[in-house]
Each structure stands twice: as C-alpha cells, then as structure tokens.
C-alpha cells in the first residue's frame, strides 16, 4: 500500500480508499482500477494523492516493450510549466508589491487620509502589463495568480489588467486605457466596506447578507464621489453589476444610460470570478466561461465589447492542448465562430472531434 500524488499513478494500480474531490464529489470507489482518465480527473480537479496497491498485476507482468510516451505524458502540464517559469516569479513580485500598494489605496481611501492619483495607481500596476510578452502569457499568470491569492485586492488587479487588454482589443488611446485600468482596480473598493464574515462567508449568503454585498457598489461610489479623479472611474465603481438589458443592481439602469467603462469592467469582473476557484466549485477553464457567457445570450452585455472580448479570448488559446470533461486530452485545431466555447479539436490517435456536435463534452481545462 502507497500513497501516490497524481502525478506518480499509473494506470492499473487498483485504489484501496475512495477518492474523492476537495468538494465531496465522487472520482472512483475503492476497489477501482486505475485509468489514465481516472489520474486526468484526479489532475483536473486537485485530488492530491490516492491510495493504492501498487503490487497489482501490471507490475507483476512481464514488461511490455517500451513505447514513445506522448506529449501529454512526456511534458508538464501548462499550468505546472507556468509557476516555474522565472517570468512568474517576477510577476510574482511585481503583483506582491501591486497588492500592498492597493491595499494602502483603499484604507486611505476609506479612512480620508488618501488622495488618489490616477498616474501613480497606473505606475504601480505598470509592471504588471508591460512586461508581459503575449496576451496568453498575461492572462496565464492572472489564472495562476488564483491559487495563491484570492482577496478583494487581487481581483481588482485581475480586473484592472482584463479591462486593460480589451481596451487594448478596441484600440483605445493611452489615457482611455489608463483611466479604464483605473476603473477596474477601485471597482470593488465598496467591498472593504462589508463584514468580512458575510464577504468570506463559505456558506449560501441569506437574502439580507446578499442585500449588503450588493451594497458594495454604493458603498463604493461614495467613497470615490468627492475625490478629484476621472468620473468613469466613480461610475464604474457603481455601475459594474449592471447589465445592458436591466437586469442588474444596484438601480437596473439599461441600454445607453451606462457608462462604456462600467460595462467593459463588469466583463472582466465575470471572467476573473469564473475562472477562480469557489467552495461550491473547482475553477472554470476559459471556455466554460465562454459557455456562460453565451449561454446567457448578448443581450447582458454591451455587444461590441463582449463579441471581441469572447472572440479575443477563444483566439488567444488557438492551438492549445486542453482537457476535456471526459478526462482525454487533445489539441484546439478550428474555432467554430457560431459555437467560440464548443471548437474542434483533435486527439493524439488523429481523429478530430467538432463539439460543436457533442453536448455531453466540454473544454474543462487548459493543459
């Protein structure tokens, strides 16, 4: 009996304990034969280790002769290759010291000790996307960023360099994009301003505590109303929970009557929250939140700028290999432009698959 990460199974060893996902879900009962699916599971849904009987009969078999292992065999995952990389442990640094910047931001704010300064809050968070080679490159980071902080401050970062990059998309000039930056990392600052036992809470909010989170938007907009700085910047912070159809918070406004920079930011702000992980659920893969957000139809969102941010999004990830919801891997080899989170993709084995055309299959994970 051994207990083995993921990464040292192999397929044949025989389970003498269930495994089971962080969430309570069920992967395979004791008594299971291991499968490679069954390890790409385990992977996908950060099971960390099995116990197995490793003197099953695989290893008492004579050994087979040797094959060329495949690539996703032969190669660490992306997510793994990522955090190792030294261009991470600079983005590392350089958002530690964005985080403690914007963290002083918000106390002065909220303590009226701070007045803001729209090219200093740029400057501090300039590291962040300057450097960065790819867009692919910097919203690997933002995802691996995830696992290692998930606070408030965090995710206006997140958001701040989401909004950025489609500003980028839209071709904006450099003060829009620096006023648009601006809007994503105060978006939230109405968020200090509720209990952390209700803003932190694990557990389904009840109607009144889900009332005052949704009163961080207000909270946020007074905070920021007599500072000397950009209005879109105010009515972002406002604004972001609205959708373009009515049916947000926290007054319903719709159509025109909401700010271009507030609805830019609340796409970001989607993104960033699906693609980290939550107590009822492991972190959606990029397509998956494309999923929802066709899912939920155009009409939620400014068209212009949710049909380039999806497209952009889809595009960035073009001949990715990813993990699909049945635990095989494959490449991404055609986008389909009326189905972007449902692309084609191919196997190692040659075949190639339109998901387009399977609904019970999905992108659940970018390898």
């Known amino acids: 009996m051994r207990t083995l990460t993921p990464k040292e199974l192999k397929p044949g060893m025989v389970t003498l304990q269930a495994i089971m996902t962080p969430y309570g879900q069920l992967l395979a009962p004791a008594g299971t034969e291991l499968t490679r699916q069954i390890i790409n599971k385990m992977k996908l849904y950060n099971v960390a280790f099995a116990v197995v009987n490793v003197s099953n009969k695989p290893e008492e078999m004579p050994a087979a002769p040797k094959k060329a292992k495949t690539r996703v065999e032969e190669a660490k995952t992306h997510s793994q290759k990522v955090m190792?990389?030294?261009?991470?442990?600079?983005?590392?640094?350089?958002?530690?010291?964005?985080?403690?910047h914007l963290k002083d931001v918000f106390d002065g704010v909220v303590h009226k000790t701070y007045t803001i300064e729209e090219p200093e809050l740029v400057k501090s968070v300039a590291p962040l996307f300057a450097s960065r080679n790819t867009i692919t490159e910097l919203f690997d980071m933002i995802h691996q960023m995830h696992s290692l902080d998930d606070s408030v401050?965090?995710?206006?970062?997140?958001?701040a360099l989401i909004s950025r990059m489609i500003g980028r998309w839209l071709h904006f000039e450099?003060?829009?994009?620096?006023?648009?930056?601006?809007?994503?990392?105060l978006h939230d600052i109405g968020k200090v301003m509720v209990p952390s036992e209700i803003l932190n809470k694990p557990d389904k909010l009840t109607d009144d505590e889900y009332n005052i989170v949704k009163a961080h938007t207000k909270f946020g907009y007074e905070l920021l109303r007599n500072q000397?700085?950009?209005?879109r910047i105010k009515r972002s912070a406002?604004?972001?929970?609205?959708?373009?159809?009515?049916?947000?918070?926290?007054?319903?406004?719709?159509?025109e009557l909401l700010s271009d920079f507030?609805?830019?930011?609340?796409i970001a702000d989607v993104y960033d929250a699906m693609t980290a992980a939550r107590s009822y659920r492991v972190p959606l893969s990029p397509f998956q939140v494309i999923s929802n957000f066709e899912n939920?139809?155009?009409?939620k969102y400014h068209t212009k700028y949710i049909y380039v941010f999806l497209h952009r999004i889809a595009s960035t990830y073009q001949n990715n290999r990813v993990m699909l919801n049945d635990g095989r891997a494959c490449k991404i080899v055609m986008l389909n432009q009326?189905?972007?989170?449902?692309?084609?993709?191919q196997f190692d084995d040659g075949e190639c698959v339109d998901l387009s055309t399977q609904n019970d299959l999905q992108i659940t994970r970018i390898l």
């Open 238 to 255: 406002l604004m972001h929970h609205e959708r373009y159809d009515g049916s947000g918070y926290p007054n319903g406004l719709a159509g």
């Open 84 to 100: 190792e990389s030294g261009e991470f442990k600079n983005f590392q640094m350089d958002y530690s010291r964005a985080l403690a």
């Open 153 to 159: 401050y965090a995710h206006c970062i997140n958001v």
């Open 338 to 345: 009326n189905s972007l989170s449902r692309p084609i993709v």
């Open 262 to 266: 507030a609805m830019i930011v609340a």
């Open 228 to 231: 000397n700085i950009d209005s």
């Open 296 to 299: 939920e139809g155009f009409q």
């Open 174 to 185: 450099q003060h829009d994009l620096d006023t648009l930056t601006c809007c994503g990392l």
